[in-house]
């Protein structure tokens, strides 16, 4: 309705992104650092991310999603930033501090993030195509938390390294290089064709590119 105007200290509107923890770890400081600054007026709600965000684009009950790697092939994508692994244990975890080859790490037990429904994330699909694969003792739908749930615990925690040096920094952990195998991912933002021209949305895809970890 307000054609190709659209000027970002005046705007009021309200934008509707589905992530993860990590993405509202990683992304959102800045990107609501610069709303304060460019558009006061502007909102954001942040959705959970679950099975069924993608038909969500769909409907228009989101603006955007914020995920690893790969989306349906009739949305939009673009990647953010890369991103790759750290192992996070326990500071006195017995695994020590030598190298960490994939026969050590397969040799402990783990703890392993689950989103939505999955039951098998990037990890384990690198893992499965090398024809092994780990011992899962603890699922847990939550980045920001498993460091402080593994404290006390002998098990492996592997987390996307940004995350992991921040969980490391204020949780009685320590972080170890993963094995060589684990290779590292994109991340992306989201959205439905229809959105490729709308000036707010466009706007709003520039600024999360601009905020984007490098």
């Known amino acids: 309705m307000r054609g190709t ?7 009021t509107d309200v934008f509707r992104i589905a992530g993860t923890d990590y993405a509202a770890s990683v992304l959102f400081p800045n990107l609501l650092a610069s ?3 460019l558009a006061p007026g502007i909102s954001v709600e942040i959705f959970p991310w679950h099975d069924g965000v993608f038909r969500q684009l769909e409907s228009n009950a989101l603006d955007l999603v914020l995920w690893a790697n790969s989306a349906p092939s009739e949305l939009r994508t673009e990647v953010l930033f890369e991103d790759g692994f750290m192992c996070v244990v326990r500071k006195s975890h017995p695994i ?7 026969d ?9 993030v689950t989103l939505g429904h999955q039951r098998q994330g ?7 195509e090398m024809g092994v694969s780990r011992r899962v003792r603890l699922k847990t739908p939550y980045f920001a938390s498993a460091a402080w749930i593994i404290e006390n615990s002998d098990l492996i925690l592997t987390l996307p390294k940004r995350l992991a040096h921040r969980a490391a920094k204020i949780s009685r952990t320590r972080l170890l290089r993963p094995p060589i195998e684990l290779v590292a991912f994109r991340y992306i933002q989201v959205w439905h064709p229809r959105m490729d021209s709308d000036p707010a949305h466009r706007w709003l ?3 999360m590119a601009k905020v984007s970890p490098r």
């Open 35 to 37: 709303l304060c600054k």
């Open 122 to 128: 990037i990890i384990d699909r690198a893992l499965e």
């Open 104 to 112: 050590r790490y397969l040799s402990f037990s783990h703890a392993m």
């Open 5 to 11: 105007d659209f000027n970002p200290a005046l705007a």
């Open 205 to 207: 895809r520039r600024l």
């Open 96 to 102: 020590g501090k030598k190298p960490l080859t994939l």
